[in-house]
């Protein structure tokens, strides 16, 4: 999201936490039923895009990647603080299945999902944050295991008076080494291999 209010630029990767940052940003505003504002996110009211509970004001395509962003909004890019957040790959792939595949519970079709897997601009970190040479497009970094204090120092180190964090579209789920096989462990090794070794990234049971 592009926030003008706050002179800031946030690259939205998938299942990072995101929705909570543009909620206490003013990149997204949540209405329930009543047409109120609200914190709380419902997965009726609010998941997807066509949503006349959900008022966009992010200024581009939600998981456009840094360069996207750059060349929509080259003077603001050049201007504007910019920020991305994280996640261990491992629990932020499984998330991502479970989120767009919500009935599979136990995950049993993921080894498959993630052969043919090819969002990785929007979802993995070297397609969505870096130039191909290896420079960060964007000056501070997050980690979702660590979000909420992140984000603070992050709006802190930027000027930003932000609204607090409060948790929207999560999903429920066992500790993610659980879904995992040697296959699949390392299909996720594969895909994030330059995040891994960029981030010290670890497949923790």
Not at 31 to 53: A, S, V
Not at 142 to 148: D, F, K
Request: glycine content about 6%; overall charge positive.
């Amino acid at each position: 999201m592009i926030s003008h209010h706050h002179k800031c630029i946030f690259v939205h990767l998938r299942r990072t936490g995101g929705n909570s940052i543009e909620l206490a940003l003013g990149g997204i505003v949540l209405l329930d039923r009543q047409g109120h504002k609200t914190t709380l996110w419902d997965n009726n009211l609010h998941r997807g895009r066509n949503t006349p509970y959900k008022l966009d004001y992010r200024g581009h395509h939600l998981h456009d990647t840094a360069m996207a962003i750059k060349k929509q909004f080259p003077e603001e890019f050049r201007s504007y603080s910019r920020f991305s957040v994280v996640r261990n790959p491992w629990d932020q792939m499984i998330s991502l299945y479970l989120r767009l595949n919500a009935t599979d519970n136990s995950a049993i079709n993921f080894k498959g999902w993630l052969k043919s897997f090819s969002a990785l601009a929007g979802t993995v970190p070297a397609q969505s944050i870096f130039e191909d040479d290896g420079t960060c497009l964007v000056q501070e970094i997050g980690r979702y295991e660590n979000l909420a204090t992140d984000f603070v120092d992050i709006c802190g180190k930027f000027g930003i008076n932000a609204d607090p964090l409060h948790r929207t579209n999560a999903s429920n789920k066992k500790p993610y080494a659980e879904y995992y096989d040697a296959e699949s462990r390392e299909q996720v090794s594969r895909i994030f291999s330059r995040d891994i070794a960029h981030f010290g990234f670890r497949f923790e049971r």
